[in-house]
């Protein structure tokens, strides 16, 4: 199935659903202050990095916008509408097979603004990847310098979509890949 067919669907299928499930749970908005927050997705996009052949001849690409990703840090909430949202993450995506596999890793930084209505949050920030590195068997070391992007984010309640724009600079020759991503995320604030 293709994962940006798959990516649209959970994330409209959580907002459509969000609603009915939630009922009569709306939660209180945060109270200014600190908090605690973190989120976890999936994005796709960017240029190919590997292409694996299987051993049945079929092909995957590794892209530089592929990830399956985890963060967490801190939301500062200056009022009822403005908010600071800062996080550490990390970004994996794979491809993987009995005889081997490839692997695209690295650490993003996120700082974004955020405007809340409601249960509405629109974010838009920076985001700096540390430490982009593709390995795997067989592979010489694929490592890239620390890039810095443009992230922007909508989330309702707790299902969000995010778009990144950023260039990854191959560190041995200077190539630019681009990492351009969409993706589909949820996001818990405490």
Known sequence: MNKGILIIGLCLSGVLAAPVARADLDPAPLDPGAHLTGDFGITDGGDALVTFTYTNGSTKTLHA??????????????????????????ARASVDASNASVSFVRYPLDMLGV???GNNHFGLGLTYHMSPKVSGAGLPSGDFDNALGLVAEYRYWIFGLRLTSINYKVSSTGQSISGNSYGAFLNFTF
């Open 115 to 117: 405007y809340s209505y």
């Open 65 to 90: 916008g592929e990830s399956a990703y985890l963060d967490a840090g801190m939301l500062y909430k200056f009022d009822p509408s403005w908010s600071l949202k800062t996080t550490l993450g990390w």
